[in-house]
């Protein structure tokens, strides 16, 4: 199980510092010592040779015995990191309820949140990319047991700073489709309408249809409505394509949408619960 990709990604964006080499070494041995490869992802957003923001992400499957004491050199390793600017650290009994979201993405439409199972294992460092200011790493580690089993997920992701590039989106409607100042066509005529292959592909639209949703003024009811319906769409016709985290993850989004964007229209919460209903099915 070889990890040549990732590394050669992290190296033409920036020389890794030797304060994250540690986690990149954490990473690479348990690859090694994994006793299976359950998924491996590299969803790159803008460019496959050269990404400017991508996910990396593993899930490994190890025995109990193999596993050992690694739980606590995984604190060690991400607790002793100085050189990171924020650390997030949520591991077993720990009863406290918090989560912690890391966006990606060129508009930083996408993120994968962490904190949200109570049964699992959770550690979070952001770095600096010191080439770019404008830009970080975060690296994440999740562990949990499953019967006789440990399960590791890893993550390496990188893309702009939310707190450094904003992000403001304009969205557009000229009686056909809806489409935002970058280009990006939100939602229109059959033919324009982007292929849904697989769970990348669900996520990548699930990321721009709610970053839409999220930044439309609320006076275009129009828009939010047209925005609703393809939500809705989506998830009920490929929502099967989801891994359980991807699907836990849209939930959120999806009740997060209800809570706080849904102006208490009951057209547009009564969609989007439809979406949620779809998910669980």
Not at 157 to 184: E, F, H, L, M, W
Request: one cysteine or more; charged letters at 25%.
């Amino acid at each position: 199980m070889k990890r040549y990709s990732i590394l050669f990604i992290a190296m033409t964006i920036s020389v890794v510092a030797s304060a994250q080499e540690s986690i990149e070494k954490l990473f690479s041995s348990l690859d090694a010592r994994g006793d299976k490869t359950l998924l491996s992802k590299n969803h790159y957003e803008d460019n496959n040779d050269n990404p400017t923001t991508f996910c990396n992400y593993e899930e490994i499957v190890m025995t109990k015995s193999a596993f050992g004491k690694l739980g606590a050199t995984f604190v060690t390793t991400f607790t002793n990191e100085k050189d990171a600017y924020k650390l997030y650290s949520k591991t077993l009994p720990s009863l406290f309820k918090s989560e912690f979201s890391v966006p990606y993405g060129t508009q930083n439409e996408y993120s994968v949140t962490f904190g949200s199972h109570a049964t699992h294992n959770y550690l979070v460092a952001l770095f600096r990319d010191k080439k770019n200011s404008d830009k970080r790493h975060a690296y994440a580690i999740v562990w949990y047991e499953r019967g006789s089993d440990i399960i590791i997920l890893h993550y390496h992701i990188y893309g702009n700073d939310p707190a450094r590039v904003p992000q403001q989106r304009v969205i557009t409607y000229d009686g056909k489709q809806i489409i935002d100042n970058k280009g990006y066509v939100v939602t229109g005529l059959e033919n324009l309408e982007p292929t849904i292959n697989d769970d990348l592909d669900f996520m990548k639209r699930f990321g721009t249809l709610r970053a839409s949703f999220v930044s439309t003024e609320v006076d275009k009811t129009l828009v939010l409505y047209g925005l609703v319906v393809k939500i809705a769409e989506l998830c009920k016709k490929h929502g099967r394509l989801l891994t359980d985290n991807e699907r836990a993850t849209c939930d959120k989004s999806l009740s997060e949408l209800i809570k706080n964007y849904s102006l208490g229209d009951v057209y547009l919460t009564g969609m989007l619960e439809e979406a949620r209903i779809a998910l669980k099915k």
